[in-house]
């Protein structure tokens, strides 16, 4: 056999095994081989095709589209399907998305019929473009080719919708249902089923927060003989921490033991997320500890747990342990920081770690400039906060919370309500959970009972916001104060939800203010049906008798406190202090879940921590 015949047998091989080729360099030596062998007996049209193939496997989009373009010119029909479909999901790869589409449509106006290989990634382009009439015209052409019982095309056709489930529900669009039901009538009627399409599925019910529909399918995955995959548990492991069944999470977690999972950083802070979520810090940190490789996303994932949790000493603690690991911080690592500095109140440190944002280039961030004014707000420094929140050039729902709650807190009653007004009117945001308890909270200190109620009604109404705990001791402690205590009593006593004793307390406080003692008598019975070891109430009630010369009673509930044990733990601590403490927490909180449950990925350039580490 001659070389020329060794040759030949070879490019042939390398063409029908295009497998072979492992890199680009060897792409490019297969194409110079066949400019070279000018007399090889194949058919150029298909070997072109072929190379097409091979450099789109690679992104080489110039070498791509200069094959095919000479297709184009040089023959008479018009390119194989091989070619269109390797430049489309070229394309794709490079997330030229309308390119893709547009060569899509060049090769339908060509008379080509696309198949099974060219769906999944024109309808990839089409989710990425968030284009849902697009999609769905594309699912059409599906339909009508009879491909729609493909498992790679309905695979892709699920994650389309997936995709476009959230886009709709962030614009507050009514059809949501109708993209979700798309989802799971193209799940029931795929006749085959593997692990990604059960993990579509289980995470579009999770995310419309159909949390036992999404455990049911994760059950009917192992009846159909299909083993969770790390994706799998990754998706399952928020639904316990929002419904806070740490039992079936600590399941989980032997599951992953047992099958090895983990050392799977994504596993690994996912179960961070989860345990931290349902308030186990000591067995986040267990998990954290056991992963063999750190990365940011698990370093974020601790760092947020423990600010979460009330452990922020310990949250700072494990930033400097991330710096001494050369670790370098993300926009997200900054945004679950500082809300520690603003508890701490310790604005040296929320200083420092303003400057090294800074120096990093990423003080532009909305979510780390959001937690900056938070800062700032609660370290007494409101005029920096402003400053800070002026800048930012997209307002969020986070920002416009924090700056408001920081005026709410420092009394500024009416810049607060300005700024409140001001978000209402503002197009894409619209005032949240945390925005509505700064407002009342405004109201509260300025004594504007009648805006507090319009504020109160319009966010049920109009905004269709579910009070919370923070939003009843606002209301109650106004009352309270301007003397409404009747008024305040059936307040409490007709929330949707049950009053806690530090609401009644609320109210206890303010009967004892306006010496009402009938009031504070009935205000007691109803904390002690709450909390019957609650210690506090028996030094207020003696301290309301004894204001009201009543000594007789004073006396015996003393008598009462010494029999049962009693002692006061908490000196010099007001309930209206405490609950406005607690209420201050809450955009902390706020900012921290926010930005921490979407794991930002942001590409920061190296930058020197060594400054930073030796300050804090």
């Known amino acids: ?58 992104n080489l989009l110039h070498h791509s589209l200069t094959l095919f373009n000479t297709l184009l010119s040089l023959s008479l029909s018009p390119p194989p399907l091989l070619a ?48 849902l009439r697009l999609g769905q015209s594309i699912h059409g052409c599906v339909i009508s080719l009879g491909l729609e019982f493909d498992l790679y095309i309905g695979n892709a056709l699920m994650n389309m919708y997936l995709k476009f489930q959230t886009l709709v529900a962030n614009q507050n669009q009514f059809n949501v249902g109708i993209v979700f039901d798309e989802m799971t009538k193209i799940f029931k009627i795929m006749p085959n089923k593997n692990v990604v399409t059960w993990n579509i599925v289980i995470s579009g019910y999770a995310q419309n927060g159909m949390y036992e529909e999404a455990l049911t399918m994760v059950r009917a995955m192992g009846g159909a003989n ?18 806070h069944d740490v039992s079936k999470g600590k399941e989980i977690h032997g599951y992953v033991i047992r099958k090895g999972f983990d050392a799977d950083v994504f596993i690994g802070s996912g179960l961070i997320d989860m345990y931290a979520k349902c308030n186990r810090v000591n067995d986040l940190y267990n998990v954290f500890n056991r992963l063999p490789h ?20 310990q949250g700072l603690e494990l930033f400097r342990q991330m710096l001494k690991a050369k ?55 409101i005029r920096v906060a402003r400053l800070i929140f002026n800048q930012i050039q997209q307002h969020d729902e986070v920002s416009w919370a924090a700056i408001i709650m920081g005026y709410a807190l420092h009394g500024s009653a009416g810049e607060a309500i300005y700024l409140f007004e001001q978000m209402k009117n503002m197009d894409g945001v619209k005032p949240n959970y945390v925005a509505f308890v700064a407002v009342l909270m405004a109201c509260n200190y300025a004594g504007l009972v009648d805006e507090a109620w319009r504020y109160f009604d319009i966010m049920k ?19 309270g104060r301007v003397g409404k205590l009747e008024e305040a009593y059936e307040f409490i006593s007709n929330m949707h939800i049950e009053p806690t004793a530090s609401i009644w307390s609320t109210l206890l406080a303010a009967c004892r203010g306006h010496k009402n003692v009938d ?40 008598i009462s406190m010494r029999k049962n044990g009693m002692k006061k733990k908490s000196p010099a601590c007001s309930w209206t202090a405490t609950w406005r403490l607690h209420i201050a927490k809450t955009v902390c909180r706020e900012i921290v879940v926010r930005d921490n449950s979407r794991f930002h990925h942001f590409v920061m350039e190296a930058v020197h921590v060594e400054i930073i580490g030796e300050k804090i």
């Open 1 to 58: 056999m001659t070389s020329t015949t060794r040759n030949q047998t070879l490019l042939k091989t390398l063409l029908t095994n295009t497998r072979i080729i492992k890199t680009k360099h060897q792409a490019k030596q297969l194409h110079a081989q066949l400019l070279l062998t000018s007399n090889l007996n194949l058919n150029s049209t298909l070997h072109t095709s072929t190379l097409i193939s091979i450099y789109s496997s690679f």
């Open 84 to 131: 269109w479909k390797s430049l489309i999901r070229c394309y794709t790869n490079l997330n030229l998305n309308t390119q893709a589409l547009s060569c899509f449509n060049k090769m339908r106006q060509h008379g080509m019929s696309p198949d099974h290989n060219v769906f999944p990634s024109t309808i990839k382009s089409s989710a990425l473009l968030m284009d």
């Open 226 to 243: 299909l083993k969770p995959s790390p994706r799998t548990l990754s998706i399952v492991l928020p639904i316990f921490a929002e419904i």
């Open 294 to 313: 750190k990365d940011i996303i698990s370093w974020n994932s601790v760092i947020a747990g423990s600010v979460r949790n009330g452990r922020f000493d």
């Open 327 to 381: 670790i370098t911080p993300k926009p997200v690592t900054f945004s679950s920081l500082m809300p520690a500095c603003a508890h701490l109140t310790t604005l040296h440190l929320g200083k420092q770690l303003h400057g090294y944002i800074i120096r990093s280039g990423i003080d532009d961030n909305c979510f780390v400039a959001s937690s900056l004014v938070d800062m700032y707000g609660k370290c007494g420094q």
């Open 461 to 479: 109404r109009v905004y269709g916001i579910a009070p919370g705990i923070e939003h009843y001791v606002t209301i109650a402690d106004l009352l």
């Open 519 to 558: 009031l504070a008598e009935k205000v007691t019975e109803k904390i002690f049906k709450v909390d019957p070891e609650h210690t506090g109430v028996y030094v207020l009630m003696s301290n309301i008798y004894s204001a009201a010369q009543q000594w007789d009673d004073a006396e015996n509930l003393r």
